[in-house]
């Protein structure tokens, strides 16, 4: 463990990973700059955000990112501008809207059926009540077949 | 002429595969005709065998006569990546998906022996007619034989990115994972039809289960591995549509596993281990149909050609629809199997089911809810790793919480009490872990280090789970050696694959966590700080390799001013295809990697020749690989527990 606090006390640096050549010179607002990079898709690249691509048009994307968060605005202002400009393709965290509701709602909308399906089941046959004649053939059943 | 051999070969594996339906299907009453069709089985698998082997036989010597020879393959690629790219490109995969296909058709033929006849018959007849459906694909629209009439000089090579040897096994590791499940569905349709289902059938689900989720695992692992130090910046998992289609078929079969446990010991949900059965192939073919459609825009995916992948897609439905449309029929008359209380191993075996099925449908809503609001007429929306964030990591969260107490429990009526008493260290242990997290790993996260304290419960509860097992602390010690000389290896290969998901927890949280990132443009003789480390650029040669040239650099790894490794990152260029790809050179140090990578030449500030080096101290990072292989091995164990191995004859007669 002692291994372990020297490799990570030393630094904090979280913007180190961007180009030197196109960091901003404020290192909080490159912080900022760098976590909304992780969310804005590189357009023509296939699957990837523009924080880890290195073509031409992340470059430009970074850019203008760079500036806005230089300027002064807002992540959501930057979000809305890059969305008022290339469609919300270009978000790779898909805003919370009526459209994108099902996507949103339904991991936790299944998790809550299934968990209320498990609880019906559960509800429905007590175990409690003594056992069936069905029951006690599947009891001979099974402890012949091998107790395990 | 072996190339037409081999096209020969295709065309008498669909003509065998044919026969394979019908005389299995007629022999479900008579043996002899059961026998022609297992016959035809292993012929079926020999002759694509055949087709595959001159497959290889082609991209070997370069033979561009051959289309899919003439597209993906180059007479510079070395030995190894020409072999590998007959299953590089479309017509390549889908000659290897119908050999394993036909190959666990035969399997079942061969080790089938302890299965009931009519059982054995009817599962050789629906996984012939998978067989079918896959090679007349092959054969009509995707023939990987097909000649060319003007032969090109040269070929147009394969993306150097793909010339790696782990991405060279990946493919037919990940294609026996997928296909493997198909067993599995032919043995739940074969039971549908017969309307019988019972521990024996069960018994024999698991095997086929076990061995097609393990290789699976592999598979994507090495898939994982090779993105982490391919791509160049030390991402191992990116939520890629094509990720996401073997990623579903594994949490499917990561649930039929579970229920197949219940439906075998306790007779218990076999409505359910059918339907997961049937759903996790589905997940394997929508998977085949993603990644070959061109619907998606994925890294991996193969060339685009719609009308295949209206092809592919209606395979999927058929089959799919008329598995579904049998369980539905016939299900309803199977008997509901073993009753239990809430707190008992099958309600945790239930709720691992939901969580892993609700998961894989996370996973599934957000490859193709981009695609429907699409269709819809909406507009094109992107699910990218912060949608997967915000959903599937709670939806597992949750899972993870309750899995150490599922092994716990008894089954029929378990004692929550009890299992409390006998996993409070491990949660007490695996809570002081987490606050020790918080309090010496700088900087502080919170989040990152509960994280870790899941990961230590899940560490101390497969533990624990091995610990009551052997009474340890309770019998006296010669008691617990002779106790973990008789655990059956399925006990060990469970609490095996739960460390594994442990360890996996563990490298996930710590690594996403608390790497440290660097990127300077280095002149030779700078040094750089890196955390703990110092990086000292030596200097940069030129490299000829086989079918690149590259710029070497090397580098000085220090830690206390001692060196402990030295770093050769490249860049290479291939003049073949005219690309640029980074080499990353890795130092692998007990958990952690330092990962440093090669990138453009530049000037530096006083005019020197310079270049741009990234380099990443990932902590833990060895866990998220070795975790999975961990599972695969858990499966593995698990396998050849001498009561799956002899359940075939032993069970025959039960199954009546």
């Not at chain 1, 009891?139 to 091998?146: K, M, N, P, V």
């Not at chain 2, 061109?294 to 598995?323: E, K």
Request: hydrophobic share 55%; net charge positive; charged share 15%.
């Amino acid at each position: 463990m002692k291994r372990l606090l020297l490799a990570l006390m030393a630094l904090f640096c979280i913007a180190a990973a961007s180009d030197p050549a196109e960091r901003l010179a404020d290192p909080a607002q490159e912080a900022r700059a760098r976590n909304l990079f992780q969310e804005v898709r590189c357009l023509v690249c296939q699957n990837e955000s523009i924080d880890d691509s290195t073509a031409d048009l992340a470059h430009d994307l970074r850019q203008v990112v760079r500036e806005q968060v230089s300027a002064g605005r807002s992540d959501q202002q930057i979000r809305d501008f890059l969305v008022a400009r290339y469609g919300e393709f270009v978000l790779l965290k898909p805003p919370m809207t009526a459209a994108n509701l099902p996507l949103w709602a339904l991991p936790f909308v299944m998790l809550l059926i299934g968990g209320l399906l498990l609880a019906l089941r559960l509800r429905r046959r007590p175990v409690a009540a003594p056992l069936s004649e069905d029951e006690e053939a599947r009891l001979a059943q099974l402890t012949r077949e091998g107790r395990d | 002429m072996i190339v037409e051999l081999g096209a020969f070969c295709l065309v008498l594996a669909l003509a065998l595969s044919l026969a394979q339906v019908g005389l299995s299907a007629a022999g479900v009453r008579r043996p002899v005709l059961a026998g022609a069709g297992e016959g035809a089985a292993t012929g079926a698998f020999g002759a694509l065998a055949l087709t595959f082997a001159a497959l290889i036989f082609a991209f070997v010597t370069s033979d561009f006569s051959v289309a899919n020879v003439a597209a993906n393959s180059h007479t510079e690629k070395p030995l190894l990546y020409r072999v590998a790219g007959a299953w590089g490109s479309h017509e390549g995969s889908m000659v290897l998906w119908c050999l394993a296909l036909t190959g666990f058709g035969a399997a079942v033929a061969w080790f089938g022996k302890g299965l009931p006849r009519d059982l054995k018959a009817r599962t050789l007849a629906v996984q012939g007619a998978l067989g079918v459906a896959f090679l007349a694909y092959t054969v009509f629209a995707s023939n990987p034989m097909a000649r060319l009439s003007d032969i090109p000089l040269e070929g147009r090579s394969l993306n150097p990115l793909l010339q790696d040897p782990a991405l060279a096994v990946h493919p037919p590791m990940l294609y026996l994972g997928y296909v493997g499940f198909s067993v599995v569905f032919s043995l739940a349709v074969a039971a549908l039809i017969g309307g019988r289902i019972d521990a024996a059938w069960a018994r024999w689900v698991r095997p086929w289960t076990l061995a097609a989720w393990s290789l699976l695992t592999i598979g994507i692992t090495l898939g994982s591995f090779w993105a982490y130090y391919e791509l160049g910046w030390g991402g191992w998992w990116f939520w890629d549509p094509v990720e996401n289609a073997s990623f579903m078929p594994w949490l499917m079969g990561a649930a039929l596993l579970h229920s197949a446990v219940v439906t075998e010991k306790r007779g218990a949900l076999p409505g359910w281990t059918l339907f997961l059965a049937l759903a996790t192939f589905t997940f394997s073919m929508l998977g085949a149909f993603l990644v070959r459609s061109g619907v998606l825009t994925s890294v991996h995916a193969f060339a685009v050609d719609p009308t295949r992948g209206l092809l592919l897609l209606g395979i999927l439905g058929v089959a799919s629809g008329a598995a579904f449309a049998l369980f539905a029929w016939r299900a309803p008359a199977l008997s509901p199997g073993g009753l239990f209380a809430p707190v008992s191993r099958e309600s945790a075996m239930v709720v691992n089911n939901i969580v892993l099925t609700v998961a894989a449908g996370t996973v599934l809503i957000g490859t193709l809810f981009p695609l429907i609001r699409e269709a819809m007429g909406g507009e094109t929306v992107s699910a990218g790793p912060p949608f997967f964030n915000l959903t599937f990591v709670p939806v597992m969260v949750v899972g993870l919480l309750i899995l150490p107490f599922g092994p716990m429990l008894a089954w029929k009526r378990g004692d929550a009490l009890g299992a409390a008493q006998r996993l409070w260290i491990a949660a007490v242990a695996a809570v002081g872990a987490g606050l020790l997290a918080v309090v010496i790993v700088s900087p502080r996260k919170a989040v990152a280090s509960a994280g870790l304290a899941l990961g230590f419960w899940l560490l101390f509860g497969a533990a624990a789970e091995i610990g009551q097992r052997v009474r340890l602390f309770k019998a006296p010690w010669p008691e617990v050696f002779r106790r973990m000389g008789g655990l059956p290896r399925g006990a060990w290969g469970s609490s095996l694959a739960h460390a594994g998901l442990a360890l996996f927890v563990l490298g996930a949280c710590f690594e996403t966590a608390w790497k440290l990132e660097l990127a300077e443009v280095m002149a030779p003789g700078r040094a750089v700080t890196l955390g703990a480390y110092e990086l000292t650029f030596d200097k940069v040669g030129v490299v000829d390799g086989p079918n690149y040239l590259a710029e070497r650099a090397v580098l000085t790894v220090r830690r206390g001013g001692k060196a402990v490794c030295t770093a050769t990152p490249e860049r290479r260029f291939y003049p073949a295809g005219g690309q640029t790809t980074q080499e990353v050179a890795i130092c692998a140090r007990g958990l952690d990697q330092v990962y440093i990578t090669l990138g453009e030449r530049r000037g530096t500030v006083d005019g020197a020749p310079g270049w741009l080096v990234r380099g990443y101290f990932n902590p833990w990072v060895q866990l998220i690989f070795l975790g999975p292989l961990l599972m695969a091995l858990g499966g593995v164990v698990s396998l050849s527990d001498r009561r799956l191995r002899l359940a075939a004859g032993r069970k025959t007669g039960a199954a009546s």
